[in-house]
Structure formats: structure tokens, C-alpha cells
């Protein structure tokens, strides 16, 4: 999958009014940093509103981040929903 054929779907619903007043937030979270690579697992909520009915999940989150010289940079993500 590309990025675009990731993006595409997600942009759709939150611009044509599919998915509307739509949150995410982390519930717990814990970071590992070993020099220039980091790792953070968390899970999270969300809710919404989805073809006008309450909409209301979570999961959790794999992030992989290394360091370059301009900062902290995303390097993967993996998810999976509740």
C-alpha cells in the first residue's frame, strides 16, 4: 500500500461529512530510547460520528522513530483497532 492509497479513503470520510466531530487520544503510553532510536507502544480511544451514529473504539499503537540531525522522525507505525 502507498501512501496515497492509504491517505485516499481516510481524506474522503473526514471531508464529506462520513465521519464528523472525530477524536483520538491516547489512554497509556510508554517510550523506550536506546541513543538514537525509540520505540513508544500505547493504546488509545476515539469516538465520533460516523453516517450520523455514534462512533466509539480503540487499540493500540506501535511507533518507531530514529534521530537525524533535524529531529525525531517516524519511521513506522502500526496499529490495530479493538
Given amino acids: ?5 492509504f491517505l485516499a479513503p481516510r481524506s474522503r470520510i473526514l471531508t464529506d461529512g462520513t465521519l464528523i466531530e472525530f477524536y483520538e487520544w491516547e489512554t497509556s503510553a510508554r517510550t523506550h530510547v536506546l541513543r538514537d532510536i525509540a520505540c513508544r507502544h500505547s493504546t488509545y480511544a476515539k469516538s465520533g460520528r460516523y453516517h450520523g451514529a455514534p462512533y466509539e473504539g480503540g487499540g493500540a ?11 525525531w522522525r517516524i ?6 483497532d479493538d
Fill in 1 to 5: 500500500m502507498t501512501v496515497e492509497t
Fill in 61 to 71: 499503537k506501535l511507533i518507531q522513530l530514529a534521530r537525524d540531525p533535524q529531529g
Fill in 75 to 80: 519511521a513506522a507505525i502500526t496499529w490495530e
